[in-house]
Protein backbone atom coordinates (compact mmCIF):
# COMPACT_ATOMS: atom_id res chain seq x y z
CA UNK A 1 0.00 0.00 0.00
CA UNK A 2 1.37 3.44 -1.02
CA UNK A 3 2.38 5.48 2.51
CA UNK A 4 0.03 8.20 3.96
CA UNK A 5 -2.89 6.59 1.31
CA UNK A 6 -6.20 4.84 2.60
CA UNK A 7 -7.08 2.21 0.67
CA UNK A 8 -10.72 3.85 -0.18
CA UNK A 9 -8.28 6.50 -2.07
CA UNK A 10 -5.98 3.56 -3.50
CA UNK A 11 -9.36 2.01 -4.62
CA UNK A 12 -11.22 5.20 -6.23
CA UNK A 13 -7.73 5.71 -8.37
CA UNK A 14 -7.65 2.81 -9.96
CA UNK A 15 -11.98 2.97 -10.69
CA UNK A 16 -10.80 6.39 -12.30
CA UNK A 17 -8.35 4.82 -14.19
CA UNK A 18 -10.26 1.97 -15.73
CA UNK A 19 -12.76 4.86 -16.35
CA UNK A 20 -10.23 6.97 -18.41
CA UNK A 21 -9.14 3.82 -19.84
CA UNK A 22 -12.15 2.80 -21.52
CA UNK A 23 -12.72 6.32 -22.45
CA UNK A 24 -10.01 6.25 -24.39
CA UNK A 25 -10.47 3.09 -25.96
CA UNK A 26 -14.19 4.29 -27.04
CA UNK A 27 -12.31 7.27 -28.32
CA UNK A 28 -9.96 5.04 -30.52
CA UNK A 29 -12.07 2.53 -31.77
CA UNK A 30 -14.74 5.67 -32.95
CA UNK A 31 -11.30 7.48 -34.73
CA UNK A 32 -10.48 3.95 -36.36
CA UNK A 33 -13.00 2.30 -37.25
CA UNK A 34 -11.61 -0.67 -35.69
CA UNK A 35 -13.38 -2.92 -33.38
CA UNK A 36 -12.38 -6.37 -31.00
CA UNK A 37 -15.33 -8.74 -31.66
CA UNK A 38 -15.00 -12.22 -29.16
CA UNK A 39 -16.89 -15.31 -29.40
CA UNK A 40 -18.08 -16.62 -26.22
CA UNK A 41 -18.10 -20.55 -25.67
CA UNK A 42 -21.22 -21.08 -23.97
CA UNK A 43 -22.75 -22.41 -26.61
CA UNK A 44 -19.83 -24.90 -27.77
CA UNK A 45 -19.92 -25.81 -23.71
CA UNK A 46 -23.66 -27.01 -24.21
CA UNK A 47 -22.77 -28.81 -27.50
CA UNK A 48 -20.10 -30.32 -25.88
CA UNK A 49 -21.68 -31.76 -22.65
CA UNK A 50 -24.42 -32.74 -24.40
CA UNK A 51 -21.87 -34.76 -26.48
CA UNK A 52 -20.13 -35.94 -23.43
CA UNK A 53 -23.60 -38.45 -22.57
CA UNK A 54 -23.69 -38.30 -19.07
CA UNK A 55 -26.39 -40.68 -17.95
CA UNK A 56 -27.49 -39.22 -14.69
CA UNK A 57 -29.31 -36.49 -15.06
CA UNK A 58 -27.88 -34.80 -11.53
CA UNK A 59 -24.32 -35.06 -12.63
CA UNK A 60 -25.13 -33.38 -15.91
CA UNK A 61 -26.54 -30.82 -14.47
CA UNK A 62 -24.06 -29.97 -11.85
CA UNK A 63 -21.22 -30.47 -14.66
CA UNK A 64 -23.11 -28.20 -16.67
CA UNK A 65 -23.51 -25.52 -13.82
CA UNK A 66 -20.37 -25.62 -12.82
CA UNK A 67 -19.12 -25.29 -16.10
CA UNK A 68 -20.73 -22.17 -17.01
CA UNK A 69 -19.44 -20.77 -13.61
CA UNK A 70 -16.14 -21.35 -14.87
CA UNK A 71 -16.85 -19.97 -18.61
CA UNK A 72 -18.12 -16.69 -16.48
CA UNK A 73 -14.81 -16.81 -14.76
CA UNK A 74 -13.11 -16.77 -17.64
CA UNK A 75 -14.44 -13.69 -19.55
CA UNK A 76 -12.74 -11.66 -16.58
CA UNK A 77 -9.50 -12.94 -17.96
CA UNK A 78 -7.47 -12.39 -21.27
CA UNK A 79 -7.90 -16.05 -22.22
CA UNK A 80 -10.79 -15.25 -25.01
CA UNK A 81 -8.18 -13.14 -26.92
CA UNK A 82 -6.05 -15.89 -27.41
CA UNK A 83 -7.95 -19.02 -27.26
CA UNK A 84 -10.50 -20.40 -29.26
CA UNK A 85 -14.06 -20.85 -27.85
CA UNK A 86 -14.52 -24.66 -28.09
CA UNK A 87 -11.09 -25.01 -26.15
CA UNK A 88 -12.26 -22.86 -23.76
CA UNK A 89 -15.36 -24.91 -22.76
CA UNK A 90 -13.45 -27.81 -23.03
CA UNK A 91 -11.07 -26.70 -20.24
CA UNK A 92 -13.94 -25.63 -18.73
CA UNK A 93 -15.62 -28.75 -18.63
CA UNK A 94 -12.07 -30.48 -17.56
CA UNK A 95 -12.06 -28.04 -14.46
CA UNK A 96 -15.35 -28.88 -13.52
CA UNK A 97 -15.73 -32.52 -14.15
CA UNK A 98 -12.64 -32.72 -12.21
CA UNK A 99 -14.08 -30.45 -8.83
CA UNK A 100 -17.26 -33.22 -9.43
CA UNK A 101 -15.42 -35.92 -9.63
CA UNK A 102 -17.28 -36.75 -12.58
CA UNK A 103 -15.19 -39.09 -15.42
CA UNK A 104 -15.05 -38.05 -18.73
CA UNK A 105 -11.81 -38.93 -19.56
CA UNK A 106 -12.25 -41.39 -22.44
CA UNK A 107 -14.42 -38.32 -23.74
CA UNK A 108 -11.84 -35.57 -23.70
CA UNK A 109 -9.15 -38.58 -25.22
CA UNK A 110 -11.19 -38.21 -28.20
CA UNK A 111 -11.60 -34.44 -28.49
CA UNK A 112 -8.93 -33.60 -31.08
CA UNK A 113 -7.17 -30.10 -28.80
CA UNK A 114 -3.87 -29.58 -27.73
CA UNK A 115 -3.23 -30.63 -24.46
CA UNK A 116 -0.85 -27.77 -24.07
CA UNK A 117 -3.67 -24.89 -24.75
CA UNK A 118 -5.97 -26.64 -22.21
CA UNK A 119 -3.03 -26.46 -19.50
CA UNK A 120 -2.04 -22.90 -20.29
CA UNK A 121 -6.27 -21.92 -20.15
CA UNK A 122 -6.52 -24.18 -16.76
CA UNK A 123 -3.30 -22.49 -15.81
CA UNK A 124 -4.75 -18.54 -16.05
CA UNK A 125 -7.97 -19.84 -14.31
CA UNK A 126 -6.23 -20.88 -11.65
CA UNK A 127 -3.93 -17.27 -11.62
CA UNK A 128 -7.30 -15.57 -11.45
CA UNK A 129 -8.89 -17.73 -8.47
CA UNK A 130 -5.31 -17.20 -7.05
CA UNK A 131 -5.56 -13.45 -7.13
CA UNK A 132 -8.96 -13.16 -6.46
CA UNK A 133 -9.17 -14.78 -3.40
CA UNK A 134 -6.04 -12.80 -2.09
CA UNK A 135 -7.32 -9.81 -3.18
CA UNK A 136 -10.79 -9.69 -2.59
CA UNK A 137 -12.67 -6.69 -0.79
CA UNK A 138 -15.49 -7.24 1.49
CA UNK A 139 -17.44 -3.97 1.10
CA UNK A 140 -20.48 -2.44 3.17
CA UNK A 141 -23.15 -1.17 0.50
CA UNK A 142 -23.51 2.34 0.07
CA UNK A 143 -20.58 3.29 2.44
CA UNK A 144 -17.98 2.98 0.24
CA UNK A 145 -15.54 1.48 3.47
CA UNK A 146 -13.66 -1.33 2.00
CA UNK A 147 -11.20 -3.46 4.05
CA UNK A 148 -8.91 -6.24 2.13
CA UNK A 149 -9.45 -9.70 3.47
CA UNK A 150 -7.17 -12.49 2.82
CA UNK A 151 -8.41 -16.44 1.77
CA UNK A 152 -6.70 -19.31 0.85
CA UNK A 153 -7.74 -20.77 -2.02
CA UNK A 154 -9.79 -23.13 -1.38
CA UNK A 155 -8.36 -26.92 -2.63
Known sequence: MWPFTSEEHVISYIHEAE????????????????????????RDLMEQIADIGIKRDKDRERLTEVSWS????????NVPLYSPPFVISLAAI???????????????AKQQVDAEALVDIMQALLNYYRFYATVRCKCKPNTGSCRRISTPLAT
Do not use: G
Open 70 to 77: ILNDAMHT
Open 19 to 42: SYLLRLMVRHEAATDCSIVVYLPH
Open 94 to 108: HMASSFENIDITTWL
